[in-house]
């Protein structure tokens, strides 16, 4: 046990001496079986304000711990699906809806209606939550945010250092760090949202076996797969490839895995988007190997990803929806619909493309696709109702991207599924800025979580040279609609209106090329209003494959790449 210095402390039971300093409302950094974790009495508002300060994550929610089932059911709803997903020997955080009241801070998951929970799986948690009988822990990871998880003892005293209160250590070294594992049910099944401990490394099946291949991956929720002899090693999740210290971690889990496959590439895969760190990875080695590189577009990699774990080859059709990933027209696509079939793929259709003003900006501030979406529908006029739904704050910086929109400066045209739910939750006021990735869509999923009705709205869809969801109709219902219902209603109609536009462009699609197999994927499928409510829809029809066993985010696209790769050098 050292202090917060890094100074040892003689304590004659460290164990006794943490659950105390955790009663206390103290940070306890602790070693676990990936790496360390953060935790503190999850009850205590105090303590995670105070934690989420250090750690800087503003909004994001964390992670807890209980004892056992019992004191699960006491904070989350639970089937027997999602209690045998808890016990399980992967112990992966499950995604649950949250009972009310809570006992809990509201600072653990601010806003949200879901918690992520799980249970003990080393001795030490098990001795903490036992002995110390809390009825929950903040079991968050322990590093900054951003950063990937310290692993060593030396590296959380110097990184750690301004975070926790107190250090529990111990000599049991981990080779390589990994986080834990994220799981959530949708339409019926367990569904990863993040692919990490407890499922890394099991294999995956892969179509061709005469070819070691290394795809790096995307740039955010980054993985990368290795192939061999027919099977395919996807790591566990990396992060987002922003600083340094996770590109580090990119390579060393690599060595890994190259030293326990015993295993060297002969061709390298990375995404077509020039601007990623996982493609400059990828051409840096290509260069320096003589290796050859095949670059594969983003949302083919998410259909490929799935066809792959299901074991399907081409024709399909595959709607992937998503943030934004580069199209083979340079142009920033996300709510796409692919005709894939032997040897290639055609862009049947897509969302209507609106202004995306300040580019990675938009992102970051859904206010400003509001603006966006406003400008589609009013022109000119967008500026004025802008001003009635925001407050004053953002008028002077609306100005500024009107003007933006208005000369098509730095406002690139885009297809992009999330910034559509972004534009949405600011519309209805649940979000301006995000925090982290997906807040404002999440919010905006718990808001429409809580309505018991709503209206659902026809989009049409129109065939100007590709099919097109014209989703201005649905954002133009839901101002008309704004003094009519109030903001649940709304948000649940939103939901299920997009839906059912979706499962139209789908049936249209399928009309035109009488092919009746549908993978879906993309990080909007992480929301599971929309995707129960479309799978659903579909099914009653089509052959309908969505992912088990990886993510819908950008967590597979590495394994989507090496499955895209095999398609290519087969035909």
């Not at 103290?26 to 105090?46: M, Q, V, W, Y």
């Not at 503003?58 to 016990?87: T, Y």
């Not at 036992?130 to 990937?148: I, Q, R």
């Not at 989009?459 to 219902?485: A, C, Q, S, Y």
Request: proline content about 6%; glycine content about 8%.
């Amino acid at each position: 046990m050292c202090d917060a210095r890094g100074e040892p402390l003689q304590v004659k039971d460290p164990i006794t001496f943490a659950i105390k300093v955790l009663r206390e409302g103290k940070i306890l950094a602790l070693r676990g079986l990936g790496g360390f974790h953060l935790a503190c009495d999850a009850t205590s508002s105090r303590v995670c304000k105070t934690l989420r300060a250090r750690k800087r994550r503003p909004r994001k929610p964390f992670a807890i711990m209980v004892k056992d089932l019992d004191a699960a059911e006491l904070l989350v709803e639970l089937g027997s699906q999602e209690k045998e997903a808890l016990v399980s020997p992967a112990r992966p955080i499950l995604l649950a809806r949250a009972r009310k009241p809570s006992p809990l801070a509201e600072e653990v998951a601010p806003g949200l209606d879901v918690l992520g929970i799980m249970l003990p799986y080393t001795p030490l948690h098990h001795l903490l939550l036992k002995e110390g009988d809390f009825l929950a822990l903040v079991m968050t990871s322990g590093n900054l945010s951003g950063e990937p998880l310290c692993i060593s003892n030396e590296e959380a005293l110097e990184r750690l250092k301004g975070i926790a209160d107190f250090f529990l250590l111990h000599n049991r070294e981990i080779a390589v760090g990994i986080d834990d594992s994220v799981l959530r049910f949708m339409a019926g099944k367990p569904r990863l949202i993040r692919r990490a401990r407890g499922f890394v490394p099991e294999p995956l099946p892969y179509p061709l076996a005469e070819k070691n291949i290394l795809a790096f991956g995307a740039h955010l929720k980054n993985t990368f797969t290795i192939t061999r002899e027919g099977e395919a090693f996807l790591s566990q999740h990396i992060g987002d490839l922003e600083e340094l210290e996770t590109v580090r971690f990119f390579k060393k889990v690599r060595a890994h895995f190259e030293n326990i496959l015993h295993v060297k590439p002969k061709l390298l895969v990375c995404d077509l988007h020039p601007g990623y760190l996982s493609t400059e990875l990828a051409e840096e080695e290509a260069q320096k190997t003589g290796l050859p590189l095949i670059k594969v577009q983003h949302h083919l990699a998410h259909a490929a990803a799935v066809a792959g774990e299901f074991g399907i080859h081409p024709p399909f059709l595959a709607l992937i929806l998503d943030g934004v990933g580069l199209g083979d027209d340079r142009a920033l696509w996300g709510g796409e619909l692919f005709f894939i079939e032997p040897g290639g793929y055609q862009r049947l259709g897509h969302i209507f493309p609106v202004r995306q003003p300040g580019g990675d900006a938009a992102s970051r501030e859904p206010w400003r696709m509001l603006l966006a979406y406003l400008y589609a529908l009013y022109g000119k006029r967008a500026l004025e109702t802008f001003r009635k739904l925001l407050p004053e704050t953002f008028w002077a910086k609306g100005e500024i991207v009107f003007k933006m929109l208005a000369r098509g400066l730095n406002a690139p045209p885009t297809t992009s599924t999330g910034r559509l739910f972004d534009a949405c939750a600011a519309l209805l006021g649940v979000c301006y800025e995000q925090t982290f990735e997906g807040e404002a869509p999440m919010l905006l999923e718990t808001l429409a979580a809580r309505a018991t009705e709503s209206p659902v709205f026809d989009i049409p869809v129109k065939h100007e040279g590709r099919l097109l969801l014209d989703t201005r109709r649905l954002f133009h219902l839901l101002l008309e609609n704004l003094e009519n219902h109030d903001r649940k209603t709304l948000a649940l109609g939103f939901h299920l209106s997009l839906a059912r536009g979706f499962a139209q462009l789908v049936r249209s699609a399928v009309q035109q090329t009488g092919v009746k197999r549908i993978v879906l994927s993309g990080g909007c499928f992480q929301n599971k209003i929309l995707a129960e409510a479309l799978i659903r829809d579909l099914e009653k029809e089509f052959e309908v494959y969505f992912p088990e066993k990886l993510p819908p985010n950008d967590g597979a696209i590495s394994f989507g790449q090496a499955v895209s790769a095999a398609w290519r050098v087969r035909d």
